[in-house]
């Protein structure tokens, strides 16, 4: 089986066990074992099954693309490592073409087409389908390991669950506390359901399908934060996740619709219709490969844009129709010069993005992740750190042929203003996930804007190894909430010494997210790669367009906040006395089913940026994976005709690297010996600091008034506007509707009175009758037989006389 | 009730008769000088059967009570043999011929059946109540 239909065959497979293990325990889960506590087996297996078809496939992708060092130097040189024979097996070329000017020539290697044609008509077409190239082998990898983790991790932290439960959060109104039945098997249900769709946006091989998977990862999302919904704060937690991902899903929709209503397609890459006709996928259409792959807006896009002066032109041709269309044919390249369809191309990209905006929680939208620590801490771990929240970022690389710069400029601003944001929140949280939901937002903004800047390379690096050392930083901190059963760091303190292992992995975490590494060695964990190529990126981009370097400012002072936030998690939860002696007492070390992932997670926090000596690493895996035409330098030629979007590989060159090495590895060390100073040291008292710049620390504490802001501004009027249509609705149609009830009640009681009187009284009358006859005539019957002989003797001869009175003449006669 | 009509109607003339009954025709004749025919029949059919309805009214003895059936059964068949007879018709009149003993043979049978029931009936009654007064025999009542 050559690897075209192996692929597919393999990640399908992967993909859909997680279904299969979500419908069996739909069906069957609380009978699955003691208290449905197979769920987590049939889960765990199915998760497990799916991590090693995806390592199969991951295999057979390096052995037929050997992962080698990139050459910097030479453009073409990026696809070097994409195996020559792969263009006879059916993979789009991946031979390095011409250099220079043209750049990458040629479409990375990749497999697609559609397992089931949803609806295809004309030239539209919507199927289920994959698309399968580096990027996804390396998520599927990455997905199904951590979901693997979390699994057996949340088979011992759902424990609980298999019981009765008195969740002691929920006061009822009789003052006592909720008792509900345990909901382990529901977990792995939603678990399972969330693997599915998880894997589905990201095999998906068009934007419907992604769309479908998104909204699905939307729903699992609700409810897993809901998993407590008795209390408030969970359901709520979880509708409004839910609610705000829809205002980003609204503008996703839009950009589905400008792309589907002009161009006719969503599929990624092209595909052959029913008919044997090839439609071109979204990719070539942007980057026709006759163009060197360089960015234009397509002819569909144009023509929609240009509707009027289309008209206009077959209007001119109505006699002969054909000519009228071979006319608007040649024409498109003048209007596609005059600037038709970079609107519509800016707002697909953006749209698209909006949706990426929602559900990678960047600013505006951001203030849904923190609430959504509400749910379970795996949940947290798996859905809102390291899988889900990335679909936005993995969305914007996937699409990324499609973004033009102006697009490019906004999603960094958007990634640098979030990332400053959260950031800063995550500076004063004294919750322990939320320090780790904010840090998650922020290292979300630090991925879009490296994508922005034009890092793609840098900012999927960083989705990766981020995945991977913030899952763990969240089981390590599940880890500690089950031993303190309290989420406040402030209750914490000096717990190294009674979980050992938690604290170690959770150092590793720490270090790896903020980069920590030898500068001139390059040697580091595995934040340090991903963080440094951003840096890198981002001090390119702003000298190239110095009037946006505050770009490279938010990343730095990010870095510096970063290290100083999670130090001070570190510092304040395992390190000096403890704060809370009654916390400490009962702390324990974690069980080993939790202990082990937290370990096989921290070991691929250090280990999943490094490059091996033969060029193996996932950075330049990732590399097979760029999208056509997008290794080159980009000009703005729209809104901001100024912008260049640097190439990313002259990151690598020496000044550049160096500096950023060196300013990532100040501002962590920065960071690191201030929270060191503030909380170990104790040479700068946090309490003077806080009192010190008081509005500050209150405004930060306050989350920026987001949440105040939001509310006063959208929530409160629509609630509002709820109250006042309610009010209508109470008011005047509940009025008039109950006075029409009353007049019917009214007519109803005249009907019931006419009824029992007058035709029951007929019928009762007439009964009453009947029986009084009955009873007079009774007397008759009195059992004398002489008596009865008597009456039918004069009987007879009264009916003769009357007969002979009445009928005399006839009888005479 | 037909026989009993004819026999209203069957009164010598000479006796007056009420006005309302001056309406039924005697047909001319006199039963006290004509020769046997059938109206003499006719009328000792009737007076059976009066003397039959006068016991059933007046005694209060079941078995007299049977036997007053009897009477009444048997007046009425010496009305269906006379009236079945060819030699107490004029010539050309239609008889009831055959017909007419059939029915009282009919009758005869009847009694006899009926007979059999009332005695088993007023045996049970007397077992019962040690009487056969009928008048004692109103459980049936309404």
């Not at chain 1, 066990?17 to 739909?26: D, E, G, K, R």
């Not at chain 2, 009164?11 to 003499?40: K, M, R």
């Amino acid at each position: 089986m050559d690897l075209e239909s192996l692929l597919p065959t393999l990640l399908g497979l992967a993909w859909l066990l997680p279904l299969a293990s979500f419908v069996i325990i739909l069906f069957a889960g609380p009978r699955l074992g003691d208290h449905g506590k197979g769920a987590a087996g049939v889960a765990t297996a199915a998760i497990v099954g799916s991590f090693v078809l995806s390592l199969v496939a991951f295999v057979s992708w390096v052995a037929e693309h050997p992962v080698r060092a990139v050459a910097h130097g030479d453009h073409g040189e990026a696809h070097a490592s994409a195996d020559p024979a792969h263009g006879a097996t059916g993979h789009a070329p991946a031979e390095e073409h011409g250099h220079g000017e043209t750049g990458h020539a040629a479409a990375p290697p990749h497999s697609s087409g559609d397992w089931y044609t949803l609806y295809e008509g004309g030239r539209l077409k919507l199927s289920i389908g994959w698309y399968i190239d580096a990027l996804t082998v390396l998520m599927f990898v990455m997905i199904t390991f951590i979901a693997t983790c979390i699994h057996v991790y949340a088979s011992g932290y759902m424990h609980d669950e298999l019981h009765d439960i008195t969740d002691h959060e929920v006061h009822l109104s009789d003052g006592g506390h909720l008792h509900r039945p345990g909901r382990f098997h529901r977990f792995f249900q939603a678990l399972s359901l969330f693997c599915f769709s998880m894997l589905g946006i990201v095999i998906a091989g068009n934007l419907a399908m992604v769309f479908i998977f998104w909204e699905l990862v939307g729903i699992c999302s609700w409810f897993l934060i809901g998993f407590y919904y008795e209390r408030k704060s969970a359901s709520n937690a979880a509708n409004k996740a839910f609610i705000v991902n829809r205002i980003g899903d609204f503008g996703m929709l839009i950009g589905l619709m400008a792309l589907w209503g002009a161009l006719g397609t969503l599929h990624f890459a092209d595909s052959t219709g029913a008919d044997g006709h090839v439609r071109q996928g979204l990719f070539s259409q942007v980057r026709p490969p006759d163009t060197g792959h360089f960015q234009r807006v397509p002819d569909g896009l144009v023509k929609f844009s240009a509707a009027d002066r289309v008209a206009a032109v077959l209007k001119e041709h109505a006699d002969d129709p054909r000519a009228g269309v071979e006319k608007v044919e040649a024409k498109v390249e003048d209007w596609r010069d005059e600037g038709y369809g970079r609107w519509l191309l800016l707002i697909a990209g953006l749209g698209i993005f909006c949706g990426c905006v929602g559900k990678s929680a960047q600013f505006p939208l951001f203030v849904w992740l923190p609430d959504a620590m509400e749910g379970p801490t795996p949940v947290s771990a798996l859905v809102h750190s390291a899988t889900m929240v990335a679909a936005g970022v993995y969305l914007v690389g996937r699409f990324y042929p499609v973004l033009t710069p102006d697009a490019l400029l906004v999603i960094a601003y958007v990634g640098a203003i979030t990332l400053f944001i959260s950031a800063t929140i995550a500076l004063v949280a004294n919750d322990i996930k939320r320090v780790l939901a904010y840090s998650t937002v922020s290292q979300l903004g630090y991925m879009m804007l490296a994508l922005g800047v034009g890092g793609w390379l840098a900012g999927l690096f960083h989705l990766v190894t981020h995945a991977f050392f913030k899952s763990l930083l969240f089981l390590c901190s599940g880890s500690v909430i089950h031993a303190c059963h309290t989420n406040d760091m402030r209750k914490m303190g000096g717990l190294a010494k009674v979980m050992p292992w938690t604290s170690g992995t959770m150092l590793v975490g720490c270090l790896a997210i903020i980069g920590a590494g030898v500068p001139f060695l390059d040697i580091g964990l595995s934040g340090y790669y991903s963080k440094d190529s951003i840096l890198a990126q981002a001090l390119l981009f702003s000298r190239e367009n110095p009037s946006h370097s505050i770009l490279f400012y938010a990343v730095a002072g990010g870095a510096m906040l970063t290290a100083f936030y999670m130090f001070r998690l570190w510092f304040m939860t395992f390190a000096g006395e403890p704060r809370d002696h009654h916390v400490h007492e009962h702390a324990h070390e974690s069980p080993p089913v939790m202990v082990y992932p937290l370990v096989a997670l921290a070991i691929l926090a250090v280990v999943s940026g490094w490059t091996l000596p033969g060029g193996f690493g996932i950075a330049n895996m990732l590399e097979q994976a760029r999208p056509a035409g997008t290794g080159e330098t980009e000009l703005g030629r729209f809104l901001f005709s100024g912008l260049v979007v640097p190439a990313e590989h002259e990151s690598h060159a020496h000044d550049i690297h160096v500096t950023a090495s060196l300013v990532a590895f100040a501002t962590a060390a920065t960071g690191v010996l201030l929270a060191a100073a503030m909380y170990v040291w104790r040479v700068i008292s946090p309490a003077a600091v806080a009192a010190a710049v008081k509005p500050v620390y209150t405004f930060l504490a306050n989350r920026w008034y987001f949440d105040e802001i939001y509310r006063f501004l959208f929530v409160l009027p629509v609630l509002g506007f709820s109250r006042l249509v309610s009010g209508v609705d109470k008011g005047l149609i509940d009025r008039f509707i109950e006075g029409l009830a009353w007049g019917a009640k009214q007519v109803a009681g005249f009907d019931a009175w006419i009824d029992r009187t007058l035709i029951d009284g007929l019928v009762n009358g007439t009964a009453n009758a009947t029986w009084n006859a009955g009873y007079e005539l009774k007397k008759v019957q009195t059992g004398q037989l002489r008596q009865y002989v008597m009456f039918i003797a004069l009987g007879t001869v009264a009916i003769f006389v009357l007969a002979g009175l009445l009928f005399r003449s006839s009888i005479a006669g | 009730m037909m026989v009993f009509g004819v026999t209203c109607a069957c009164l010598p003339s000479a006796i007056p008769l009420p006005p309302c009954l001056g309406i039924v025709p005697l047909f001319g004749a006199n039963p006290f000088t004509d020769p046997i025919g059938l109206i003499h029949y006719l009328i000792v059919g009737a007076v059976l059967f009066t003397a039959g309805v006068a016991c059933m009214a007046l005694k209060r003895n079941a078995l007299g009570i049977l036997m007053g059936i009897e009477l009444v059964l048997n007046g009425a068949n010496i009305n269906f043999v006379a009236f079945s007879s060819p030699y107490l018709r004029a010539e050309g009149t239609p008889t009831l011929g055959l017909d007419g003993q059939v029915v009282a043979l009919f009758v005869i049978l009847l009694a006899a059946a009926e007979a059999a029931v009332a005695l088993a009936i007023t045996l049970n009654f007397y077992n019962n109540h040690a009487t056969v007064d009928v008048d004692r025999a109103d459980d049936l009542k309404g």
